[in-house]
């Protein structure tokens, strides 16, 4: 162990580097409306970013964390060099993105590096597969999902003689995304590890979009 001090060492010298370019790509994400409507000036903004970011896993879970670092890569791949290297190819990902304009989740860069350097070490065994049943489970909910969706919002769509096809496609699209989470909610359907990574980068944008359409035609109507 006392041979891999100093690589450690290095490692949190990373995790914190890590962390840095993290905030050059996210920080404006989530300053970007307060600052514009000159609610906030940008230095009070990025500061309480700053001290939500640092309170949020005190506060709530660390269930990300465990879900990334137990559930994606088999234990016996991840060695220091294997994590220390899974964080640099993730630093110069974000890094290269940031510097290019280009939007990137510094949680999904992480889950990569981590994949690539468990593999490199022990091969495809290294990635922990999701469980066919489960599979199955999300397929079958998400046909369901998608079908209630886009007949409900077909017709709701219909009614107002508008294109119905578009409505179907949309409602499609919003009935997959909703039905999956609120199984996940109910306790209906167990999702976890790689799958549920993989799920989430299609439905979040998708339930944000949703989210906000509806919120906004809610406060436009009252107000």
Known sequence: ???????????????????FVNGLNDA?????????????????????TAL?????PFLFTTAVAATIGTAIV??????????????????????VATRSGIPISSSHAMVGGLLGAGIAVTGMSAVI???????????VYGIAGALIGAVALGLFVASFHEDARFGAMLGA????????????????IQIGGLLAIV?????????G???????????????
């Not at 979009?209 to 107000?223: K, T």
Request: proline share 5%.
């Open 74 to 95: 088999a234990s016996d791949a991840l060695t220091p060099l294997s994590i220390v290297v899974a964080m640099g190819a993730a630093i110069i990902l974000v890094f």
């Open 199 to 207: 799920l989430f980068i299609f439905i979040s944008p998708v339930l």
């Open 52 to 56: 939500c970011n640092l309170i949020g």
């Open 129 to 139: 597969l999701p469980a066919w049943t489960g599979v199955m489970e999300v397929l």
């Open 173 to 188: 699209l919003c009935g997959v995304s909703l039905v999956i989470p609120v199984m996940m909610v109910l306790g209906l």
């Open 209 to 223: 979009m949703a989210g906000a359409f509806v919120f906004d035609v809610f406060i436009s109507h009252l107000f």
């Open 28 to 48: 404006s994400h989530s300053i970007a409306t307060v600052v514009a409507t000159k609610a906030l000036s940008p230095a009070k903004a990025v500061f309480f």
């Open 1 to 19: 162990m006392i041979g891999f001090e100093p690589l450690i060492l290095f490692g949190i010298i990373l995790a914190l580097a890590l962390n």
